[in-house]
């Protein structure tokens, strides 16, 4: 459930690279492109991936992403 | 302006006390990147710095394999830039911003262990992705709930009260330092060996330079002995010089004693022996010679005796011969003289006789022709008439051209001629009687004018004989 706040961007839909290997269960990191400039997010999958598509914020600084 | 309050880039602006919109939203209100009017009495501000901070963690921590560690790590934090976390991270830490890295830090040293028990010591050493995802995995969450973002937990010391990482080195410590003693002995055996390759040589050039020192040491002192032994060599030396010289004036002496010895014994000596020799060496000759002329004068008398017998005998010899010579040129010249007249007496007898059967011949041709058939027989005889001058002719010829010696004077000779023309006349006669008489005289006389034929050669044969039986005396 996505509860971001006004005057945050929307980074659902945005492509990052993932910096730290998501594996099953654990995150992974991914960079997103974000007012400007990069900020590292905790990101979760279903499968081990190397380039993502944010489908999901779950959190401040965590999302959920699929392979790109 | 005064009331007009703007933040750094670094922080962010936090402002109560104005009226909210109300919703979801925060009960303030969050400013950053601008300014913002701050209404004195009614509304406060604060600020909220945005920037890294770190925090120094040591803890004991255990490994997944059960080994204790101490771990000295530092985290690397900050809150996060979006109105959520800022907001979180107020309410919690806008009056304690300082106290910040120490509450932190004893956040992180609970989950420090949580993530170093996840790991092995081979991990946490060699894995950093590995570490990082712990990280992630063991903090994110509850650093979200506190509006912080960790930018990175870096492990700066492990220390091992074990021993393990000092094991764990052990056998690569234990290969390199192999390697480095192998490496350190070889050096060294090369080394030895440089060294020992230079102390021999160095031994080779000291007893090099030792054997050119004795030579030349050696070399010094026999200089210095030759030197040291000058003096008595020179005084040696013009010793000899004098002895020498006293031997030549002895062997002079002696040459002078034995030439007068020579002058007044032997040449006396000798020139008596000459005279001696000499006067027996004439004795002797003379002798010879006498002898010599003896037996030559004897020679001679018996080559003279010698010589005039045999000139004796030689003259009467060439006497006797040159008389011989005469007579048989004389008794050469009358046989000759004889045989001349001989053979032109012959000449004529056969020239008389050719006539005759010449004529006898033609008369008898004329005979013959006058028979009508002709005789065979009278032929034949005819034929053997006209033959017989020149049988006759030919046994004269025959003694002339003989060119016989009849030395039993013209005797002979007229013998031999007159034996021939009777011959011949005989035959002539025999034929002329049976040419009158008709009878064939071929049956009867042939033979016998062979006959007679072998007579005339008798008969020269011989005078020849008797001619050369004469001549025996003539060689």
């Known amino acids: 459930m996505s509860m971001a706040p006004p005057g945050n961007h929307e980074i659902i839909g945005a492509v990052g690279v993932v910096t730290l290997p998501i594996r099953e269960g654990k995150p992974g990191e ?11 997010y905790a990101a979760w999958a279903d499968e081990p991936i190397a380039k993502a598509v944010v489908v999901d914020q779950t959190g401040a600084h965590s999302v959920q992403v699929t392979p790109l | 302006m005064f009331f007009w309050h703007v933040p750094a880039p670094n922080e962010a602006m936090l402002i109560s006390g104005s009226k909210h919109a109300g919703g979801t939203g925060p009960e303030f209100r969050i400013v950053t990147g601008h300014g913002c009017f701050v209404l004195p009495v009614k509304q406060k501000w604060r600020v909220l710095s945005l920037s890294l901070r770190e925090s120094e963690i040591v803890e004991d921590v255990i490994t997944k394999q059960g080994i204790r560690l101490r771990v000295r790590a530092v985290a690397v934090f900050k809150v996060g830039d979006d109105p959520v976390s800022i907001a979180n991270a107020a309410r919690r830490f806008l009056a304690e911003q300082t106290q910040i890295e120490e509450l932190v830090g004893r956040i992180f040293a609970g989950h420090l262990r949580s993530i170093i028990g996840a790991l092995t010591v081979e991990e946490i050493i060699r894995d950093r992705d590995r570490v990082a995802q712990e990280i992630k995995d063991g903090c994110h969450t509850e650093m979200e709930k506190l509006g912080l973002v960790v ?19 052990a056998p690569h410590s234990a290969a390199v330092a192999s390697q480095a003693r192998i ?16 102390a021999a040589l160095k031994a080779q050039y000291t007893r090099d330079a030792a054997i050119s020192q004795a030579g030349f040491s050696a070399e010094v002192d026999q200089a210095k002995a030759e030197a040291a032994q000058a003096g008595p060599l020179a005084q040696a030396q013009a010793s000899q010089k004098v002895i020498e010289q006293q031997t030549a004036l002895a062997q002079r002496q002696a040459d002078l004693a034995a030439q007068r010895l020579e002058a007044e014994v032997r040449r006396p000596a000798d020139a008596e022996a000459y005279k001696q020799r000499t006067l027996a060496e004439a004795a002797r000759d003379t002798v010879k010679l006498s002898t010599e002329a003896e037996v030559f004068r004897k020679v001679q008398i018996a080559t003279a005796d010698r010589d005039s017998t045999k000139l004796s005998v030689e003259a009467e010899a060439i006497r006797r011969r040159q008389l011989a010579d005469a007579d048989a040129d004389a008794t050469k010249a009358s046989a000759l003289g004889t045989a001349e007249a001989a ?11 050719r006539q005759l059967a010449q004529a006898d011949s033609d008369s008898i041709t004329v005979r013959a022709a006058s028979l009508a058939s002709g005789n065979q027989e009278l032929i034949a005889a005819k034929q053997l008439v006209d033959a017989l001058p020149q049988i006759v002719g030919a046994a004269a010829s025959a003694v002339a051209s003989s060119n016989l010696t009849v030395l039993n004077g013209g005797e002979g000779l007229n013998q031999l001629l007159s034996g021939i023309v009777a011959q011949g006349l005989t035959v002539y006669q025999a034929l002329r009687q049976s040419l009158v008489t008709g009878d064939s005289p071929l049956s009867g006389h042939a033979m016998p004018g062979a006959g007679n034929e072998d007579v005339g050669n008798g008969s020269s044969g011989e005078p020849a004989n008797d001619g050369y039986g004469g001549a025996g005396p003539r060689r």
Request: no cysteine; aromatic share 4%.
């Open chain 2, 343 to 353: 053979k032109s007496l012959a000449d004529g007898e056969s020239y008389k006789i």
């Open chain 1, 30 to 40: 991914v960079v997103l492109k974000v007012r400007g400039g990069t900020e590292a």
């Open chain 2, 151 to 169: 930018d990175g937990l870096a492990i700066q010391e492990v220390e091992d009260s074990t021993g393990y990482i000092n094991n764990l080195a």
């Open chain 2, 183 to 198: 490496a350190a002995a070889q050096a060294d055996q090369e080394a030895t060996q440089r060294e020992q390759q230079a």
